[in-house]
């Protein structure tokens, strides 16, 4: 026997200190009505562990830390563990793996700062594997029993006798699951162990340190330059959470090559500021100080200079120049590249980690229990032959029909909002017009804080507290609803929660983007025939050199932001809680700070922890494919985001999360269609914005079509580019209320005919030559970037050519070793003169052999 007071700290295994503690369930014994019922649910729903095979040890409260909380450890035996393994279909090692690794590359060695020591990137050598047979034990790798299924092995067998066994019966049905008990009340608490602390090793020798290890050289913010050690995530938190890291580490591997060219093309814009003859003659005293332009607003502005608009016009350069198309164009093919590379590796991934013939039945598509628990009517499965529970096509009608409203509600609900900011954007707007012109004090910065972006910082700004507060209400909401639909399977409940979540955020982050690229500016009018909306407040007008400097402006605030905003949820907030918990433990000897107590008091990453990352990072990817084509700086802050979303996520799951129950996947699953349409979009929306909302096309117009002077081809595109109007003929309504200059005509952002033609104030030849260009632009430039995205697609197999022949190999030698094993026990009867193993079940077991050497 072990002291319990000698043992506690760190000891992850019962009193005896050999039954290694798989999971812990805790609850407080409080004397309230419910009282005997929890505890009635309790001894029957441990009695019926106890029947499955489990054993239990229970920690009085009197042992706990604050005197208030029962443990219960439990263990599962050598028996339960292969019976559920083979139920499982979990492979278990057969053979070392014998096939030579991949040849060397020649640039590993200016690599090598970059790597982790080979014992923590591999830790258990490669083997052929099988899937586990109790009849055929002597073939598998079993050299100790106590430590041939890991740790996230037995949580993962463990946590699937949990959430099936049974409780008793109320009100006529039967209860069962563990899921139920923790939502009643009846147990606090349901985790697996951390097998040590993440600052130090364990002092018991048994101990794997595993948690330590990927605290050192994993989730600490210094390794940020260092590979991550996938096969160790893996090996601790499942394949599940391994290939989310996979996935986010590759994103952020192939975010570096857009980065770069997005810098470059930063950088051309910055360079190139000085040759920019548009920005030019704005800023020209004799050019842009000449030219009066009509006010921003009725009655209280005035008119104003176009001058006054010269520094945002030579920043406006940075973002809307020709390196925006070929980077545009670029970023479609990148995200091709990315998704088809990204199946590569998932391939290899699923060749390394035994997922090759991972079938989803059996986790994923095994029924949920509530979906056993709330359907009472039971029908035969044509497959199974077996009764099993199902919902009336009446009742799933009902309950769609609830959702699908609900969620439209929501989307209308964003909508509304999104049209409440534009109404703040055109009320402001005049008061903004009015103070800047007004305001003495505003002098020294109006040349760069225009109206215009004065009103678009504020409204982004508000946007991004609106979005914020809309989705920490809908989140609840979608999960509601979706429990609501009762869906049959894990797999169908995270796939319809994701594409509510999905659907609810694009509509809610982009919306305000695709207002700026696509509405803005666009349905303005002209003087004295303006649009209005809701009959009362004037359309806003882009910027004489574009909207795109308000699409960046748009972009940058909420992407920063809500990578700002995100960081804080997921970092700090779990610190400050587990902070608050533990305070008290302080006070206590660490001694008797046990094991299971240190990681009750941490917080529960839960069953949607790891939809929150991938939701988070498609948005993110979203925001670098749908708008890049007005920041080319997006793919660098998403890359600076990124590398600190690794060390993030890995500290908190390491320090700050309960162990999460160990779970397989062998894709990203419903997240890659996501990518694949969001990249389609992409090409579509970048053209878009290249054509419509950056001013590239109508230069190309006026370079090619109307420009007088063959020495400086753009010089005069500013005055080609406004339309002449004449202030006699403004209506009352917008007049403003003081002329002191006594100005005759003003010019406006158009191509419309003078007041002196015969078809004045309609739309001249040179807008439907920019409007055709514009439109073969769009079509031409999706044409190419398709052509060159599939052609791409199709040249990159799914799948290397040496994981398919590894996989090939493999399947042969496993089954030649199981069909020789078969062979050997065969002779074994033979010789014991067992009269049921005849000499033709000898032939077909080797003709069997045969036919597998010939395949």
Known sequence: QIDKRHQSKDSIFFRDGVRRIDFVLSYV???????????????????????????????????????????VKIHAPWEVLITYAEVLNIKVPIKENDIPSMVENPLDCMLTPFRLPEKVMHPEPDYFTAPFSKEKQELYLINDEST?????????????????????????????????????????????????????????????????????????????????????????????IGIYFAWLGFYTEMLFLAAVVGVICFLYGLFTMDENMSSKEICDPA????????????????????????????????????????????MGIWVTLFLEFWKRRQARLKYEWDLVDFEEEQQQLQLRPEYEAKCTQ????????????????????????????TVLFWVSLIIASMIAVIVYRLAVYAAFASLMENAQTLQPISGLLTPQLATSVTASCLNFVIIMILNFIYERIAIWITDMEIPRTHMEYENRLTMKMFLFQFVNYYSSCFYVAFFKGKFVGYPGAYTYMFNRWRNEECDPAGCLIELTTQLTIVMAGKQIWGNIQEAIVPWICNWWGRRKARNNPENLYSRWEQDHDLQTFGALGLFYEYLEMVIQFGFITLFVASFPLAPLLALMNNILEIRVDS?????????????????????????????????????????????????????????????????????NSLSVFLISDFPERNKPK???????????????????????????????????????????????VFIVKFFVAWMIPDVPADVKAKIKREKYLTQKILHEYELEKLKERLCQGDKRATEKEFIATEGRMELSRAM
């Open 29 to 71: 014994d409080d004397l309230n009505k419910e009282w005997e019922k929890k505890l009635e649910r309790r001894k029957e729903f441990e009695s019926n562990l106890q029947k499955a095979g489990l054993e239990l040890e229970t920690e009085d409260k009197k042992e706990s830390e604050d005197g208030k909380i029962y443990f």
């Open 651 to 719: 500290w908190k799951l390491t320090t700050q999360y309960r162990r999460p129950v160990a779970a397989k996947a062998h894709s990203i699953g419903v997240w890659q269609e996501i990518l694949n349409g969001m990249a389609i979009l992409s090409v579509v929306t970048n053209a878009f914005i290249v054509a419509f909302t950056s001013d590239m096309i109508p230069r190309l117009v006026y370079y090619y079509a109307y420009s007088e002077s063959d020495n400086s081809p753009m010089s005069g595109y500013i005055n």
């Open 148 to 240: 041939f299924f890991s740790p996230s092995m037995r949580n993962r067998i463990v946590n699937y006798i949990l959430t099936r066994c049974p409780y008793g019966t109320e009100e006529g049905k039967k209860k069962f699951g563990i899921k139920r008990l923790l939502n009643n009340g009846t147990y606090s608490a349901a985790y697996p162990l951390h097998d040590c602390q993440y600052w130090k090793k364990a002092s018991d020798p048994n101990c794997d340190n595993e948690r330590y290890t990927l605290y050192m050289e994993w989730a600490r913010f210094l390794r940020f330059y260092k590979e991550q050690p996938l096969d160790l995530i893996r090996k601790y938190y499942g394949e599940k």
């Open 378 to 405: 039971k029908k035969k499965n044509p497959v199974t032959q077996e009764m099993e529970p199902y919902l009336p096509l009446t009742s799933q009608a009902v309950r769609f029909c609830i959702s699908g409203t």
């Open 738 to 784: 003081t002329n002191t200059e006594n100005f005759v005509i003003c010019r406006y952002r158009d191509y419309r005919y003078p007041p002196d033609h015969e078809k004045k104030y309609l739309h001249t030849m040179q807008f439907w030559h920019i409007l055709a260009a514009k439109l073969a632009f769009i079509i031409i430039m999706e044409h190419v």
């Open 287 to 330: 050019i842009g100080g000449e030219i009066i332009m009509c006010p921003l607003c009725d009655r209280e502005c005035e008119y104003w200079r176009l001058n006054t608009t010269c520094e945002s016009s030579e920043y406006s350069h940075l973002f809307d120049n020709v390196a925006t198309l070929f980077f545009a164009i670029f």
